[in-house]
Each structure stands twice: as C-alpha cells, then as structure tokens.
C-alpha cells in the first residue's frame, strides 16, 4: 500500500505566515504553483494559502442585510460572515487569509486517504507533517502520477 511519504514533494514551496500579501503574489507568479503550505520561523505548518485566497481578498465586501425593531438591531445574514470578510479585505500579510488550521497528513498515511480527503475536502494539495514540522506535501498530481507507477 502506498503512503505519503512514497509520493509527496519534498522540495516544497513554502511561505511564511508574516510574509506580505504583495510578495506573496509575485512568488506564485514566480514560482508558478498555485497553493502553498503557511509556516512559523520554525518550519511549523499554521496553515495553507493558495491564489484563491487572494482572488477572494479582492471580492466586493457584502454589507448584510439588517432590520431594525426597537432598540434591537437583527442580522438577517451572518455578523460572522461579515467581520470575516472585512478582515480578508484589510489583510496585510499571508497569515490574515490563509486557511487555519491546515488539512495535513502524516509520511505514514495511506495514499487512499489522502485521496477521500482531497475529494471531500475540495483540496489540492495536502502538507504532510512529522510531528507538527513540514516534511513535505501531496498534490492531485502526485497521486495520479503513482497510479501509473
């Protein structure tokens, strides 16, 4: 059976969690991948940040709808989802839009599972961690190019 560890990059391209959103940018365009493990000074994984999150940041800030009764202000759409989506506008750094924590796995995790998590999950890239450090990572292109190992 295949593991995480028979087909994961470990070569990884990774960025840090107080990196600006600026230089993030030009190191996908640099670099040419689309997804990146988020790591602390000490190669810890925080979490992960792709181009998506960055397309999201410019999306139009959506006021919710609410009424007002009284005294009584009422929300008819998530507050949360509000003050969520004006701290993903006003982020500065990577680590005000990655998604915490990460989906990861380990070296020893069987290939199927990584491929359940992917598909449930929506992902494409999964990091793969020994204890909580990065070691390496596990795209959908890994796992279609061991199919034909």
């Known amino acids: 059976m295949l593991k995480a560890k028979d087909i994961m990059t470990v ?12 230089a993030f940018a030009a190191l996908l365009e640099e670099t040419g991948v689309s997804t990146m493990p988020v790591v602390d000074g000490d190669n810890i994984l925080v979490g992960v ?5 960055l ?3 410019d999306k139009p800030l959506h006021i919710p709808t609410v009424v007002s009764l009284f005294d009584w202000v009422i929300y008819l759409e998530s507050e949360k989802n509000f003050e969520e989506q ?4 006003s982020a500065q750094t990577v680590g005000e839009i990655c998604t915490k924590p990460a989906i990861s796995c380990t070296p020893e995790t069987p290939v199927s599972e990584i491929a359940d998590l ?8 999964i990091p793969v961690v ?14 279609v190019k061991s199919l034909g190992a």
Do not use: C
């Open 118 to 125: 992917m598909v449930t999950k929506k992902i494409h890239l």
């Open 11 to 22: 070569d990884v391209y990774s960025v840090q969690e107080n990196t600006e959103i600026k």
């Open 86 to 89: 004006v701290q993903r506008i």
């Open 55 to 57: 397309i999201d940041r």
């Open 130 to 143: 020994n204890g909580e450090q990065l070691v390496g990572v596990v795209a959908r292109l890994d796992i």
């Open 49 to 53: 940040v792709s181009a998506t999150d």
